[in-house]
């Protein structure tokens, strides 16, 4: 059996995000990351809230903490899925563009920051579904400007991640949606590559918010990652 699952929010994110693998597993999900400013402070509030030994899984920003929490203490993580996410340092125009968002939300609040964050982040065919626009913009207004700069602060000043992959040496799922315009499914091929044990799956037709966007198909790629043993290598697949 494996270990307890925990799950790890994005950016502007809280345990919302996860509701439809909340419905599905018996997991436990951090509830956002608040104003933490840095990903090891993060990753270190991880730590003393999860169980002994866990099944980790982030999405978008939460990813790059569960990498971090994998740096930190990797004995206690038996099993790594990164969603959604990146493991490249800072971009050129990356600063400018977080920003630009950071003063819109000081300028306008958190209604307008949203507004101009969210759409980009759902695939485009999604974008005008009342559904599930309406639940993410309520999570995303709620978790607010404040947490939005504070964790803005955190991935500019993130740490390199990338001669840490070939070091995870327990199974990862590495997931992404095919219509992700932010963090596209190349660049987790690469991330999947630089794994000794990956598995890599593209869900069709979901954008970045992959875990409300397309549930059913994202806990279909959980449960096979989960039933994987836990130190054996789970090869990799083009999904």
Not at 2 to 22: H, M, S, T, V
Not at 53 to 81: D, N, Q, T
Not at 111 to 133: E, F, G, I
Not at 173 to 179: I, P, Q, R
Request: proline content about 7%; aromatic content about 4%; charged content about 20%.
């Amino acid at each position: 059996m494996a270990a307890p699952l925990l799950l790890l929010p994005g950016l502007i994110c809280d345990a919302r995000i996860f509701a439809g693998q909340l419905a599905r597993f018996d997991a436990q999900a951090i509830d956002g990351f608040g104003v933490r400013s840095s990903l090891r402070a993060m990753a270190e509030h991880v730590l003393t809230v999860a169980p002994p030994r866990m099944s980790l899984l982030g999405h978008s920003m939460g990813a790059r903490v569960a990498l971090e929490v994998f740096r930190a203490a990797p004995e206690r993580v038996e099993r790594l899925a990164l969603v959604s996410t990146g493991t490249h340092t800072t971009r050129a125009g990356e600063a400018e563009k977080r920003f630009a968002l950071r003063d819109l939300g000081r300028a306008d609040g958190a209604r307008a920051l949203v507004d101009r964050w969210l759409p980009p982040m759902v695939a485009a065919n999604r974008a005008k579904d009342d559904v599930l626009m309406s639940a993410l913009h309520r999570m995303c207004v709620e978790v607010g400007v404040d947490a939005f700069e504070a964790q803005i602060r955190a991935l500019l000043e993130r740490p390199e991640v990338e001669s840490l992959l070939p070091l995870v040496d327990c199974p990862v799922l590495v997931a992404v949606g095919s219509l992700d315009a932010w963090s596209p499914p190349a660049q987790h091929e690469a991330i999947a590559a630089a794994l000794p044990h990956a598995l890599y799956r593209v869900v069709e037709g979901a954008g970045h918010m992959l875990p409300a966007e397309a549930p059913g198909a994202l806990n279909a790629a959980i449960a096979e990652w989960l039933a994987l043993p836990a130190h054996t290598s789970a090869g990799r697949s083009p999904g």
